[in-house]
């Protein structure tokens, strides 16, 4: 059983915030058992003092964001106070020594199955190294306590149990249903966000009009098939490369530093371009681009655009006819005044000749 990461932080925050109360308080209570049981056994209050002092610093840690952390100080903690139980109260006959049980269910709970392992390997070589200290007389042992202690040493047991196990089991199953449930919203969200961008990406390929992003240098990002049908070239190929590098050699430059110049100071412009295809055919194309500056990231040059070059010629071609049209009239004047100046002369001669 491993958990993610968030649960087991999430799990052993309320585990640290629940237990290190607790078990202070179930600490209390033992030290003060023993201090009004008949036999005087006063070494026994030194691994519950040692648990008492040492549980402070983990449910600060978790009271700080920082749950894992209490939660390994508050296994080292308990450890610290078996280890001190069984020194003091005779090796793995100390009762102390029963709580490894708790501690190892605690460890698998938060930290996983190979976790649980180790500790119980770790805790098992603790035991028979223990129990070859007890067999050559190196551990100190005491009378076996009274039923009083005995009573309220089970009660604490089970009240650890309570602390220490169901309680972060339950919390486990509660963090792990959130989690589900958190899993399916985010699934739904991911399915509508998927959907969204098909229809976006359904509507940006079959608009007929050019699309296209551009970074601040003017080089394409992103544009749409409407310009690999209309230019002829792969989509790809416009990657990387600035719209001036389709026009005629002589207007790159200029046009490439005036539109970014503009960009850059008024946020947007606008125009009509001369382009080539790949197939060097000439079109005319009118465009309009915006600068957006997002919040979370670089600013980008957003632009639509338009082919006009049918508008452009017939434009064109007006021009040129109304220009013919000027200059047939223009020619008409001159006949007619040449003609008037040719009867002015006529009549002039004829009176000379009598």
């Known amino acids: 059983m491993n958990l993610p990461k968030n649960i087991r932080s999430n799990v052993a925050d309320r585990t640290v915030r629940i237990v290190a109360p607790a078990m202070i308080a179930s600490m209390l209570i033992m030290m003060l058992t023993i201090l009004l049981d008949s036999e005087k ?24 964001g920082k ?22 109260s005779g090796g793995v006959q100390a009762p102390a020594y029963i709580g490894i049980l708790v501690l190892i269910t605690i460890t698998i709970v938060l ?102 992003k551009q970074d601040m240098e003017g080089r394409f990002i992103l544009v749409n098939p409407a310009m690999k049908q209309l230019f002829g070239y792969e989509m790809e190929e416009f990657i990387g490369h600035r ?3 389709f026009m005629e050699p002589e207007l790159q430059y200029g046009f490439g530093s005036r539109y970014l110049e503009v960009i850059k100071k008024q946020g947007h412009h606008e125009g009509i371009g001369c382009y080539y295809k790949k197939n060097k055919e000439k079109i005319y194309i009118e465009y309009q681009s915006a600068l957006v500056k997002p919040d979370d990231a670089e600013p980008y040059i957003n632009g639509i655009g338009r082919d006009v070059t049918e508008k452009v010629l017939s434009e064109g071609k007006v021009r040129k006819l109304q220009e013919q049209v000027v200059q047939s009239q223009k020619m008409e004047s001159v006949g007619r005044l040449a003609g008037g100046v040719a009867h002015d002369y006529n009549n002039a001669l004829t009176s000379i000749m009598g």
């Open 67 to 88: 749950p894992i952390a209490g939660a390994i100080i508050v296994i080292f903690n308990f450890c610290l106070g078996i280890l001190s139980g069984m020194i003091f």
């Open 243 to 245: 719209a001036s590098e």
């Open 41 to 64: 056994q006063y070494q026994r209050l030194i691994p519950a003092l040692i648990i008492i002092i040492t549980m402070i610093p983990p449910w600060i840690l978790a009271v700080k």
């Open 111 to 212: 930290f996983g199955s190979r976790g649980g392992i180790i500790f119980a390997v770790l805790s098992l070589s603790l035991g028979g190294l223990f129990l070859w200290f007890d067999v050559n007389g190196m551990l100190q042992h005491v009378d076996p306590p009274s039923p009083v202690f005995i009573l309220v040493l089970l009660a604490v047991f089970l009240a650890m149990q309570f602390f220490y196990v169901l309680i972060p089991v339950r919390l486990m199953d509660k963090a792990l249903s959130e989690s589900q449930e958190r899993g399916i919203k985010l699934q739904h969200t991911i399915f509508e966000l998927k959907k969204s961008e098909k229809q976006f990406r359904d509507l940006f390929n079959s608009i007929s009009d050019l699309i296209y």
